[in-house]
């Protein structure tokens, strides 16, 4: 409930885009668990490699790259070319690291995205074609084999004394550009227990997520083991076909609860004001001091024959002007709604709310987080 005592004109308003207030329904809306939660052991594992793009048009790496002439010439004598590695030129070459995501569950023969980054100084990767790369584990492992012409998406042209350059051209995507030739192994089928990570951690979710588990799966036993892991016991007649309990659990809606978090960047000037923030009485005052200092300078002339001399002295004119802005009182607020209504009641800049939240926060009336970032 808001009580003015004296109007304030409206100086900003926050749809010019540059503060973002977090406005969700007033009654939360349940959320799949899918959206949620991951299962313990259905992760992405990433896989690396080291590879040679070729084919670039004079913007691959210079002659003292070592790596990548020595790269070359190692990949050469494979091909029965012996060539010394200080006999080979490599400005149409680049050596690159490729990165990709290995889903889990995935088969033999599925194709990924891939990554490549330059890793000499190289100066563009366009129109180059990367050879051939094994791309490994953690463990050493092969687990996919990587090959194809690069989209970089930008360009880079140097002149002798000006150069352009659009996006970034030393990194570039080949979609579907490694074959997976080994699966991650999962033990999956058979499973007696199985464990649901929660992205966000909180208590009162994962109590809902194993009140949620157990209405839906008869002979389910779950329960929160702390605020981000539920542990279910898997029923007899699940055990075996593991996959369709994990589709039942997926689509179950559950009504997350989070912490109140006021979230401020003051690089951009943006504040996003969380649903469970709330308010306590509170009497706000915010006035607009304004200064204004003008830097000139006045020529002084000498009389007609006199033996003075010109001279220029500094000029400073200083203005300062405070608003006449007095008194909001907020009394204690119910809703994100009652928040974001006396907030516009101010009238304030970007830059001035958040110095009203800081002062809020310092005085305890603002219930919940604030996070600087």
Not at 25 to 35: S, T
Not at 262 to 285: H, P
Not at 289 to 312: C, K
């Amino acid at each position: 409930m808001l009580s003015r005592i004296t109007a304030f004109p409206a100086l900003a308003l926050f749809c010019l885009g540059l503060v973002a207030l977090a406005l969700p329904p007033r009654d939360a809306e349940a959320i799949r668990l899918k959206e949620l939660a991951t299962f313990e052991g259905v992760r992405v594992n990433q896989i690396i490699g080291y590879g040679l793009v070729v084919g670039l048009n004079g913007t691959g790496d210079k002659d003292q790259t070592g790596f990548t002439r020595q790269s070359l010439s190692n990949l050469l004598k494979r091909m029965d070319v012996m060539v010394a590695p200080s006999a080979l030129k490599v400005k149409n070459v680049a050596a690159v690291m490729v990165t990709a995501d290995l889903p889990p569950f995935v088969k033999p023969g599925t194709k990924i995205d891939i990554l490549v980054s330059s890793l000499g100084d190289s100066t563009s990767l366009q129109g180059g074609t990367l050879l051939i790369t094994s791309l490994k584990g953690m463990d050493n492992q092969v687990y996919a084999m990587a090959q194809g012409p690069l989209s970089v998406g930008g360009f880079a042209i140097t002149g002798q004394a000006a150069s352009v350059q659009k996006n970034h051209p030393t990194v570039g995507r080949i979609v579907q550009g490694a074959t997976v030739e080994r699966e991650v192994p999962i033990r999956w089928q058979g499973k007696d227990t199985l464990t649901i990570k929660l992205s966000q951690p909180d208590f009162t979710t994962a109590a809902r997520v194993a009140e949620g588990v157990n209405e839906v799966l008869p002979g389910a036993v779950a329960r929160p083991l702390d605020a981000s892991t539920v542990e279910l016991s898997v029923p007899a007649n699940y055990r075996d076909n593991l996959a369709v309990m994990v589709a039942e659990l997926e689509n179950l809606n559950v009504e997350p609860d989070s912490v109140g978090k006021v979230i401020i960047d003051e690089r951009t000037g943006t504040v996003v004001v969380g649903e469970n923030v709330k308010l306590s009485t509170v009497a706000v005052a915010h006035g607009n001091l304004s200064v204004q200092i003008r830097e000139g300078f006045d020529v002084n002339q000498p009389g007609p024959f006199s033996a003075g001399e010109t001279a220029i002295t500094p000029n400073t004119d200083i203005n300062a002007e405070e608003g006449a802005d007095q008194v909001l009182l907020i009394e204690r607020s119910t809703n994100i709604n009652d928040v974001v209504k006396a907030l516009n009641a101010i009238g304030v800049t970007p830059r001035d709310l958040i110095m009203i939240f800081q002062a809020i926060k310092a005085a305890g009336a603002l219930h919940g987080e604030l996070e600087i970032i």
